[in-house]
């Protein structure tokens, strides 16, 4: 399989502007996570979804995050307005039913 | 807040030791799953381990888990400069399948 894919790999946006990360997850698996990597902060887990609802979102950090999975094959998670104490790698994995998860290659957002 | 918690924070060792990492979690789990990071990069899936195992194999790694003391072990036998990485374990407990990690033990293999 291709893994899972998240674009765009880099995203440099300015103080403001809306920010929207994209995910595939690996085809088969029904459960999607979104975490946020900081060195302050480490991994956390933003959201998951199972068979595209929404399960858990109580990691979105404030009203200016959102996630949504309109298919089986593609989430997005949004940031509008963006600030620079967003900046951090944000991982999409997806895994089957209390199997390992797979991570994607993260997206690096920078906020200035 | 954090489920899973790794011991040490950092390791340094030469290539040819062993490298063992600790993981501590707080309530019942369904299984732990040890990750591996290098720098910049995604994580990758080393080992899951259930609730009803006690040890797992694979290749160098050896995967212990203690419930009665919700404790982890990860030891990387015989290790390479290529192990040189951050290691994280991480849970789902209850019926749930969220995943939380720790914040990861960081070891350093030098050649």
């Known amino acids: 399989d291709a893994g899972v894919i998240q674009s765009p790999r880099h995203e440099v946006t300015e103080m403001g502007q809306e920010v929207t990360l994209r995910c595939k997850p690996i085809?088969?698996?029904?459960?999607l996570f979104w975490y946020r990597q900081t060195m302050m902060r480490g991994l956390e887990l933003l959201i998951y979804?199972?068979?595209?609802?929404?399960?858990?979102d109580s990691g979105m950090p404030e009203d200016r995050f959102s996630a949504k999975m309109p298919n089986a094959s593609f989430s997005t998670l949004k940031i509008q307005p963006s600030e620079p104490r967003d900046s951090a790698v944000y991982f999409c994995?997806?895994?089957?039913?209390?199997?390992?998860?797979?991570f994607g290659p993260g997206t690096r957002l920078l906020v200035l | 807040s954090q489920q899973g918690e790794e011991d040490p924070q950092a390791l340094s060792i030469q290539e040819g030791e062993n490298a063992t990492m600790n993981c501590s979690y707080k309530t019942s789990i369904n299984n732990l799953q040890w990750y591996r990071q290098n720098s910049g990069r995604g994580l990758v899936h080393l080992i899951l381990i259930r609730s009803n195992e006690r040890e797992k194999h694979s290749g160098r790694l050896r995967v212990t888990l203690d419930t009665s003391k919700k404790s982890s072990s990860l030891l990387i036998t015989a290790s390479r400069a290529a192990d040189t990485a951050s290691y994280f374990c991480?849970?789902?407990?209850?019926?749930?399948?969220?995943?939380?990690f720790g914040k990861g033990t960081k070891l350093t293999v030098n050649p």
């Open positions: 991480a849970t789902a407990w209850g019926g749930s399948e969220k995943l939380v």
């Open positions: 979804f199972n068979n595209n609802v929404p399960i858990d």
């Open positions: 085809s088969g698996h029904d459960y």
């Open positions: 994995a997806s895994s089957f039913w209390r199997g390992p998860a797979r």
